[in-house]
């Protein structure tokens, strides 16, 4: 399959310099397997991300959480593409849950964020995900495939996206998806990816969990074919996301 195991850490809106200090210490203590195995990416707020960046091992690299939908200028408080390009800052977190649904995020929205982030040289890690009641009503696959939909539709190339699928009710609740659940959508991802963008496409594209990961359950979601990684939010402010990164040394299930 040849698809590298990515572990994202998304620290959300958490730390203070001290706090940040000390999660970065123990990543550059960590041992880990190497980059050519894993990618790993930590996720701070964007006050610290200039910080992070300059004591972080450089095997590790950085995301933002966000950016602005277009070119930058006057939009008070929002932060551009072309900011973090110009940071040395490679990867942005696009189309989180949170801000779909606290900020209103829109499926089109979201699309145009990703295509105009690709468009400047950003690799982004996209999220999708469904909320309790579209699973409880059956449309999970419906809805992930609409907001995947949103961004093929705006993008060109999938060399620089991971797709992370993060079910709206697994996230923050220590209710983590079952292997068996997770692997059933990422399969339905990968399949939705072949019949509308391509074969290669599909095989190449890492697909990552992100919903209540923690050191205890990462190993047996890692088996499952289709999950290349994860997405970590409270986890990955602990000392137990060294062991996430280790999970990429899991052998698949056939
Ligand atoms: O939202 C997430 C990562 O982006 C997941 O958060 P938790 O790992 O805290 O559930």
Redesign the pocket.
């Known amino acids: 399959m040849g698809r590298k195991f990515f572990v994202?850490g998304?620290w959300?809106c958490n730390g203070t310099t001290s706090e940040v200090k000390k999660i970065v210490t123990t990543l550059n203590e960590a041992e880990v397997p190497s980059e050519d195995v894993v990618d790993v990416v930590v996720?701070p707020p964007f006050v610290f991300l200039a910080y992070v960046k300059s004591l972080l091992r450089s095997d590790f690299h950085v995301a933002a959480q966000n950016c602005w939908v277009r070119r930058g200028g006057a939009l008070t408080g929002e932060i551009s593409a072309e900011m973090l390009v110009n940071l040395g800052i490679p990867w942005v977190?696009i189309g989180?849950?949170?801000r779909r649904q606290i900020l209103n995020e829109s499926n089109e929205f979201v699309g145009d964020k990703v295509g105009y982030a690709l468009s400047q040289g950003l690799k982004v890690i996209a999220?999708i995900g469904e909320t309790l009641e579209q699973r409880e009503s059956g449309s999970t696959v419906a809805v992930v495939a609409a907001q995947t939909k949103a961004i093929a539709d705006k993008v060109s190339s999938w060399e620089n996206i991971v797709l992370?699928y993060?079910p709206v009710w697994?996230?923050?609740?220590?209710k983590?998806a079952t292997p068996d659940q997770a692997q059933q959508v990422h399969f339905e991802l990968r399949k939705w990816l072949q019949v509308n963008v391509g074969a290669e496409v599909a095989a190449s594209t890492r697909i990552i969990y992100?919903?209540?990961?923690?050191g205890a359950n990462c190993k047996e979601l890692a088996t499952q074919p289709d999950v290349d990684g994860f997405?970590?939010?409270?986890?990955?402010l602990k000392p137990e996301f060294i062991d996430i990164i280790n999970s990429a040394t899991v052998k698949k299930d056939d």
Do not use: D, F, W
Not at 170 to 174: C, E, L, N, P, S
């Open positions: 994202g998304n959300k996720s977190i989180h849950s949170e999220c992370a993060e697994a996230i923050g609740t220590g983590v992100g919903g209540s990961v923690n997405l970590v939010g409270g986890a990955s």
